[in-house]
């Protein structure tokens, strides 16, 4: 069966840091994308790492705080943040296909989302 899981997540202060993990069985996967949703939006884009490559992107707003990064044999994929912003606040999600490079708001039809990982940036 496929399943992906999405860790790491927490309440952490403006400025703080964390690193999320994806975990992913049933499926393969060249890349893998990192989603969040806040409450009352549409899931939106944030970043995406190739598995081979090795690259990635990310949208506008985190670049320069979000890193992805390949994983190991346990984990697909990490997210790394960096000086969180309240406007951080979402659940996390992880998929094994990015957000549009060039629009990283465009709904993406996928079938396979995880629960995600509640990410909140408070004071």
């Known amino acids: 069966q496929v399943q992906l899981v999405e860790s790491g997540g927490g309440l952490v202060q403006p400025g703080g840091s964390l690193t999320l993990s994806c975990t992913v069985s049933?499926?393969?996967?060249?890349?893998i994308g990192w989603f969040r949703q806040a409450p009352g939006k549409e899931r939106e884009g944030v970043a995406c790492?190739?598995?081979?490559?090795?690259?990635?992107y990310y949208r506008d707003s985190v670049k320069g705080r979000f890193t992805a990064s390949r994983g190991n044999s346990r984990v697909a994929a990490y997210l790394q943040m960096h000086s969180l912003l309240p406007e951080d606040t979402a659940v996390y999600f992880c998929?094994?296909?990015?957000?549009?490079?060039?629009?990283?708001?465009?709904?993406?039809?996928?079938?396979?989302w995880g629960q995600g990982t509640q990410v909140t940036v408070s004071a």
């Open positions: 998929a094994t296909v990015c957000p549009n490079s060039h629009n990283m708001s465009q709904v993406i039809d996928y079938a396979y």
């Open positions: 049933g499926l393969r996967y060249l890349a």
């Open positions: 790492i190739s598995l081979m490559a090795g690259s990635s």
